[in-house]
Structures are given as structure tokens and as C-alpha cells.
């Protein structure tokens, strides 16, 4: 590991500036980071100005809802009636590159509008990889919604994750986006985003960039709090994280050891003491984006398992957040077989909440109002 990238590994002010580039500031020398420690933020709560609202409220059509032949859904749909899960394969030109994303969506909804979730991969896995991950495909089936998978770029795959200058990555969303709106029957109020790791980084980015257009998002072990944020308006978040992440550590830092690929003897985890619940890391981070929310300082904690904690905070109505804290959990999407598949590397996985099924039941009760 190159010497510059030690340095910054040892020093708590490089931890938050690699935390906030994402993991590829660990695997190469073009993240700039400051030396100096930043002004205290000044977080200024948005808008509440989402309200939940029950799956039967009345959806915002897209252009392409006109004229849409019934028992198709437009692009990526599957067979009327069919229970196969075809993920189709699809490319986006953004400044001149050929970007991929796979999206499912049911065949045989006719001109019913449907919701979009977008699920965002972690370093280094690619879409094919995370759609086997969180199955959000067959839910997608069985739910009747539209499910997205985009792919990073670069070497290794990844998203870009910073709030300033400009970002292709960001372009690739609202032209995916865009597209469907089009091309299929899409309920534009009901636009979401969840993903894991540097997925639920750049999950973290749209909620700030994009609020306009997200209803809710689901980050998965590791929500970040951008700076500058520019959110119009409040959205709702569920995130989880496991308190043994032993890449993303829980009170704050990343473990570079812990990534496939680089020497372990390079590296020195940057947390060892006893983890704080109350701590900092991404304790902190979900404090700030309740402050963001407007929410009340002091949640409340309740004991859902042996395992698992829900800290849900005093919010606005429409601006919920909660935090789910897998006591012992690792750097894996709870419920997933395939995380406990490689659980060599990203540690133990819960089956005492599943981020797919309740992130999504969490996430369509929420729908942008309209005017």
C-alpha cells in the first residue's frame, strides 16, 4: 500500500475523508484530502415536506404510461404472468461511455404506474453480483414494482460519492431514470434507492442531490451525512449497520486490511476499543441526518431481537429515520444467503431482520405529494 495512503489510514481527519470519497480512496492516490481538520458543519434542518402514505395512493403517471400496451411494462418487463426472473441487460451512453444497468420488471400490469427502486452495488461487485445478493428482483415479481441495478465504473467498480464538482455517476441515475419514465408505466412519485457498502454511500448522495426525486432510501452499511448537502426536502431513512463491520467500522474508520485485494500487513485497523453504541462513526452519521431531518436530538432504542436494535428518532411527519444496529453483524446485507456465502470476508449476517423485504415495506409507504 502506497505510503501516502498509510498515513491517512492513521489519522482520524484522512479516515473521514476517505470514508467520504468511499472505498476507492483506499486502493489508489487520486483522492484529495485536506490536512486540516473542517469547520464544524452548520446543519440547518430541510422541508418536511413528504408524507407517508399507504400503497394505495393515487400514483403519478409517467409519459410513459400513454398509450402503453397492455400486460407490458416497457423495457426489462417480464412475460405477462410469468414467475421467471429475467434481469434485463441495458446501456446508457454518459459523456461518451457506454454505462450498464440491469433492470425486472413485472409483464403483466397493464397501465398501472409502478414504483422504482434503484439498487446500488458495493466496491468492487457490479450489478450482476448484487442483484444475487439482496434478490430484490424476485420481490420485484412478486410486489409488483420496477427494480434497477446500475453499475459503477472504473477499476475497481465504484460510485462516485462526493457532493461537489461534477458527477457522472449522478447523470447515469437521472438519465436510467429518465429512460423508463419513458419507455415504461412508472410512478414518479414513488422513486427509491437503497444499496450496500459504497452503494449505500452513493444511496446517501441521491438522498442530498436528488431529494426531489427520491420518496425514501434504505442505505445498508454505510449511510454517510455529504457535506455540502443540498437537499430540498426531507426523506426518510432506514439504514442498518453491523456493530463487528469489520471493513466500515462501526464507530467510524475503515479497516483497508479487510478488503480482498490489499496487503493486510499494510494496514492497522483504526478502531479498537469498545464499541459505542452512542458513539462516533455511523452513530454520528445518523444523528446528523436526523438533525437534517428536523428531528428531535434523543430517539429512543427499542431491543427488536437478541441482536437487533431499532433507534428510531422523534421526526416530522414524512421525514422519518431509524437506524437498525445488528449487535455483532457484519459488513453484509441482513437476510441474504449470498452475504453468508462470503461471510469469510464481510463477517456474520442476521436473519433476524431482512433488509430486502422490510426495506422495501419500509420504503413504499412513503410518496412524494403532489401539489
Known amino acids: 500500500m502506497p505510503a501516502p495512503i498509510r498515513e491517512l489510514l492513521r489519522s482520524p481527519t484522512g479516515m473521514r475523508c476517505l470514508l467520504g470519497v468511499g472505498l476507492l480512496g483506499i486502493l489508489g492516490t487520486g483522492a484529495a484530502c485536506s490536512d486540516t481538520d473542517p469547520e464544524p458543519p452548520t446543519t440547518e434542518p430541510v422541508p418536511a415536506t413528504t408524507e407517508a402514505v399507504s400503497a394505495a395512493a393515487d400514483p403519478v403517471p409517467s409519459t410513459g404510461c400513454e398509450g402503453l400496451a397492455s400486460g407490458s411494462n416497457g423495457p426489462g418487463s417480464n412475460g405477462p ?10 446501456f446508457v451512453e454518459i459523456d461518451g461511455d457506454s454505462r450498464r444497468y440491469l ?39 412478486e410486489e409488483g414494482f420496477i427494480v434497477v441495478f446500475p453499475e459503477g465504473s472504473g477499476d475497481p467498480l465504484h460510485w462516485n460519492v462526493s457532493s461537489t464538482g461534477p458527477n457522472a455517476d449522478l447523470e447515469l441515475f437521472d438519465a436510467v431514470l429518465a429512460g423508463l419514465e419513458d419507455a415504461a408505466c412508472v410512478d414518479t412519485a414513488r422513486v427509491y434507492a437503497t444499496g450496500l457498502s459504497n452503494g449505500a454511500m452513493f444511496t446517501s448522495l441521491l438522498i442530498c442531490e436528488r431529494s426531489e426525486v427520491l420518496a425514501a432510501a434504505v ?20 439504514t442498518y449497520h453491523g456493530t463487528a463491520d469489520p471493513i466500515l467500522l462501526f464507530n467510524g474508520g475503515i479497516d483497508a486490511g479487510a478488503i480482498p485485494g490489499l496487503d493486510a500487513d499494510s494496514s492497522e485497523p483504526v478502531t479498537t476499543t469498545e464499541i459505542q453504541l452512542d458513539g462516533q462513526g455511523y452513530p454520528e452519521a445518523v ?29 416530522p411527519d414524512g421525514a422519518d429515520v431509524e ?12 437476510s441474504s444467503e449470498f452475504s453468508v456465502a462470503i461471510g469469510e470476508v464481510v463477517g456474520p449476517t442476521t436473519f433476524d431482520v431482512d433488509a430486502t423485504r422490510e426495506g422495501w415495506e419500509f420504503m413504499s409507504g412513503y410518496s412524494i405529494p403532489q401539489d
Open 81 to 90: 404472468g410469468s414467475t421467471e426472473i429475467v434481469e434485463q441487460e441495458r
Open 103 to 141: 433492470v425486472t420488471a413485472p409483464g403483466d400490469t397493464g397501465d398501472e404506474p409502478l414504483p422504482v427502486v434503484f439498487d446500488f452495488h458495493g466496491l468492487m461487485e457490479g450489478a450482476d453480483i448484487h442483484s444475487r445478493m439482496t434478490e430484490y428482483s424476485a420481490l420485484a415479481l
Open 219 to 238: 442505505p445498508v452499511a454505510g449511510l454517510l451525512d455529504p457535506e455540502p448537502c443540498t437537499a430540498s426536502r426531507s426523506v426518510p431513512v432506514r
Open 287 to 315: 444523528r446528523a441526518v436526523a438533525q437534517r431531518n428536523g428531528c428531535a436530538p434523543d430517539p429512543t432504542d427499542q431491543a427488536v431481537t437478541d441482536e437487533v436494535i431499532l433507534r428510531r428518532y422523534d421526526c
Open 323 to 334: 437506524f437498525w444496529i445488528i449487535e455483532g453483524g457484519g459488513h453484509s446485507w441482513p
